[in-house]
DNA sequence: GCAGTCAGACAACGTGGTTGTCTATTACCG
DNA sequence: CGGTAATAGACAACCACGTTGTCTGACTGC
């Protein structure tokens, strides 16, 4: 490790990453939401806050439209959400929320701060507060 | 942001990685090995480290022994292994790191080091230690 | 020496992306 | 007003990277 220690840090990374999201994923299992990954999280998220089609989603996740059609399909068939005609536009087909959708962003987002705030008892809030502050680095700046 | 704690620290483990391993694909291409994924440096990592046959290297990433067969596949395309006929157990197939593949990890393992070392300028050497330690603790305990 | 284990090949499939093409609809501008 | 350009979404083909299952051939251990 101390020989790689830049390619440790992205396994690290990484492993961070499918820890925290594979927790949730049980998570949600075991509140009544099988079968749901944390794409289909993130891209609900997206729709509830205001990507209203598919077009818009793919834009706001960085894929491609057909992409976020692909999630959106798989969305709908698990009933977290609605696909209506949009009346102003007949091109578009506008996304809502259900009320089971919003029950499991709630129960994911919940699940991702429960896990959150155990890792903030164990390594403390300001270590934590501080690696926010660094990832933040990492991806917004040209390091 | 401060709405969704958990989920966004998620999100920025997994921009940190694509962001780190994004920059090390490019410049492994500038440096003439295009093509070249993560995975695969990972992969090599792990044969060069002891991992002499495609079951082997499935255990020790973590993956079916099948996955692990189809990176070596390419990874002997791409002329980074050679693959020969064990002497001593004529079931296996002896896994060697060419030169070249011995190049390409030398590249993508400096890219990634010069990274962090970019990073721990800009954030300090003490926050980025301690990101690690908090990493650690995530993907070794039980949070 | 035979039963069980292990390595690897092959096939079929799933997931989550991609590009390309097509139609319908809307927006813009001369 | 009308024609051209841009946009939304559907559909198809494809790709990367993983999976499970099955099969054969080769070792291992009792």
Chains 1, 2 share one sequence.
Do not use: N, W
Not at 37 to 63: K, M, N, P, W, Y
Request: proline content about 2%.
């Amino acid at each position: 490790m101390d020989t790689h220690p830049g390619a440790k840090l992205a396994r690290l990374l990484l492993a961070g990453f499918t820890t925290l999201v594979d927790e949730v994923v049980v998570e949600l299992e075991r509140e009544g939401h099988p079968g749901v990954t944390a794409t289909h999280a993130f891209a609900l998220d997206a729709i509830d806050a205001g990507a209203q089609s598919a077009s818009e989603l793919g834009r706001s996740l960085g894929v491609s439209k057909q992409a976020a059609a692909k999630t959106i399909a798989t969305l709908e068939e698990l009933s977290y959400l609605d696909r209506r005609a949009d009346p102003q536009d007949a091109r578009r087909k506008h996304l809502t929320v259900t009320d089971r959708g919003h029950e499991m962003m709630a129960i994911g987002a919940g699940a991702f701060d429960a896990y959150r705030t155990r890792l903030a008892g164990q390594v403390g809030i300001l270590a934590l507060h501080s690696l926010e502050k660094v990832l933040r680095v990492l991806t917004t700046q040209r390091v």
